[in-house]
């Protein structure tokens, strides 16, 4: 399984939104609806943010939002804080069964 | 409350195995499919498999296929991810997590650092 790609890193200042992108293939993002995100702080456990696509869990601020065209998944962050710095994950379902992460995105807040 | 508690750091030499094991506690331990995901030191994450606690069914990322072995006690609602033949840069802290759908985790442990030197 190949990894998702992934910016290298996205910056913003507080207050504006930015995107990341996770690009697969008609394998994996192209065929399911099973692509979800993950923030992970310097030392910390992934903290999911986003699941099947769009869907927030319970807690996660709003500001996060979720979307998918193609083999392109993206993550949006509005209103950006200097809470939201951290490494960013995407992950979905293949063909195989199995489960792909991208290659991680650095968010930098300005 | 849903826990999984790993067991703590090791240190292996090159060519040694390293088993690592993960706890659950708060839920059916065989509703639910355990994953395996490593992330290498400054590195990005990377899984590893899962394991069907139901029925012992497993899957492998390809990488890991024929060095990884996954392997669960119902009686006790513990997980184990067995690596072998361990490199150097198989350093890294290994998380087991349970999978609430096909593609995402909730919770996850907190973590092992497994470190291979000589």
């Known amino acids: 399984q190949s990894a998702l790609t992934q910016p290298a890193s996205v910056s913003g200042s507080p207050g504006q939104s930015i995107t990341i992108s996770c690009t697969g293939t008609s394998s994996d993002i192209g065929l399911y609806n099973y692509v979800s995100w993950y923030q992970q702080h310097p030392g910390k456990i992934p903290k999911l943010m986003i699941y099947?696509?769009?869907y927030r869990p319970s807690g996660v601020s709003n500001r996060f939002s979720g979307s998918k065209s193609g083999n392109t998944a993206s993550l949006t962050i509005s209103g950006l804080q200097a809470e939201d710095e951290a490494d960013y994950y995407c992950?979905?379902?293949?063909?195989?069964?199995?489960?792909?992460f991208g290659t991680g995105t650095k968010v930098t807040v300005l | 409350h849903v826990q999984l508690v790993q067991s703590g750091a090791e240190v292996k030499k090159p060519g040694a195995s390293v088993m690592v094991s993960c706890r659950a506690s708060g839920y059916t331990f065989t509703g639910y499919y355990m994953h395996w995901v490593r992330q290498a030191p400054g590195q990005g994450l990377e899984w590893m498999g899962w394991i069907n606690p139901n029925n012992g069914d497993t899957l492998f990322a390809q990488k890991f296929e024929g060095w990884v072995t996954m392997m669960r006690d119902t009686s006790t609602g513990t997980a184990y991810m067995e690596l072998s033949r361990l490199k150097s840069d198989d350093t890294a802290v290994y998380y087991c997590a349970r999978a609430m759908s096909a593609n995402w985790f909730d919770p996850w442990g907190q973590g092992t650092l497994v470190t291979v030197s000589s």
């Open positions: 099947d696509v769009g």
């Open positions: 992950t979905s379902y293949t063909i195989t069964s199995a489960l792909a």
